[in-house]
């Protein structure tokens, strides 16, 4: 049997041959980075290789660093091992990372979700030997409904709420998570309030050519529209002053993690929206299984649960330990940088 093409080193994930990182934890000199989530794309590195939708994004987070853009599905060779970023449908940019050396091939999914949005480049599974795949909601328990389902139901509580003169608070993830409610609204109902945080990445967004309605700052929306309002923030901005200044609003969750028996009620909000940009238990198993892969590894998330199903499957299953958070919990803190053009 031939040596593991990716293993994980302090640093984090290694491509041995490659002898370049993947999504690495720590300062490494060259890293390949499947997605600009905080936990994903880290500071540091001497040299970033990304997809080229997601150089933006990842500039905007990371400041002025040294990346290169990879079109999807463009092949790059380095130090004899052929590279190429694949489609992985979790955010703008997002990318599974395809390796093949001597005739073998490894994937790494990063994040990944299988069914497609309007604000990112669909899932494409890729065939491989080995694949190693995340496991955030990989338990049986987490099955999602149709987003346009979700989109509906956040539009009819939003629509109630106006009717009563009351603000919409949504509470989601800055970056992907915020940029997708936002495409499934309906902007008749009234104007579309948002948070510095999710500005900024609306504007990349937008740059990138991904259609979103038209959103507004606090300060430009007149005080008697804020009653008719909904309001996109990052979980951080719960319980700040920020905040109250849209009165007695009603507020709400949207994650994958709402599909939990009381995590609502731990949120203090009064609605919780499923709505996740990560693969259900049956999108992992549906990607999984599409790879044609005899060997899986699980990183992130529930890892014993996914390996010991897979191995009943008769496929050769293990975990990898890394340092990935979840991103559909917490905003995971984006350092602060003051680029060029002096934006914070
Ligand atoms: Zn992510
Ligand atoms: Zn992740």
């Known amino acids: 049997m031939s040596a593991d093409m990716v ?12 002898q370049f990182y993947i999504d690495p934890w720590r300062p490494v000199e060259r890293a390949v980075i499947t997605h600009a989530h905080g936990d994903h794309a880290r500071g540091g ?14 500039k905007s987070r990371l400041g002025p660093v040294n990346i290169t853009g990879l079109a999807y599905g463009e092949q790059v ?25 001597r005739g073998e091939v490894w994937v790494a999914s990063g994040d990944y979700k299988v069914e497609a949005d309007n604000t990112c480049t669909p899932f494409e599974p890729v065939r491989c030997d080995t694949f190693i795949t995340e496991s955030t909601f990989g338990l049986p328990i987490y099955r999602w409904s149709p987003q346009q389902t979700i989109f509906d139901e956040v539009n009819t509580w939003w629509a109630a709420n106006a009717q009563q003169g009351r603000a919409s608070v949504l509470l989601g993830y800055s970056f992907g998570k915020a940029q997708r409610l936002l495409s499934g609204l309906d902007p008749s109902l009234g104007p579309i309030i948002c948070h510095g945080a999710v500005q900024t990445l609306n504007e990349v967004y937008r740059e990138s050519g991904m259609w979103l309605p038209s959103t507004a700052m606090v ?9 008719r309002s909904i309001v996109l923030a990052p979980p951080s901005a719960a319980g700040s002053p920020w905040i109250k200044r849209f009165g007695d609003f009603s507020d709400a969750f949207a994650s994958g993690w709402m599909q939990l028996r009381g995590a609502r009620r731990r949120r203090g909000v009064d609605r919780g929206f499923v709505l996740s940009d990560h693969a259900d238990w049956p999108g992992l198993l549906t990607a999984i299984t599409a790879t044609g892969a005899q060997r899986v590894i699980v990183t992130h998330g529930s890892i014993a649960v996914l390996v010991r199903w897979l191995q009943q499957q008769g496929l050769q299953a293990s975990g990898f330990d890394t340092e990935y958070g979840d991103d559909e919990a917490e905003e995971v803190p984006v350092p602060t940088v003051v680029g060029g053009d002096g934006r914070a």
Request: overall charge negative.
């Open 45 to 58: 590195h001497q040299h970033y290789l990304t997809a080229a939708p997601g150089v933006q994004v990842l």
């Open 77 to 101: 060779v380095h130090n004899g091992v052929t590279v190429s970023l694949h489609p992985a449908g979790h955010v703008l940019g997002s990318a599974q990372v395809r390796m093949a050396y």
């Open 219 to 227: 300060g430009e929306v007149a005080h008697g529209e804020i009653g």
């Open 7 to 18: 293993i994980v080193r302090n640093e984090g994930l290694y491509c041995v041959p490659g």
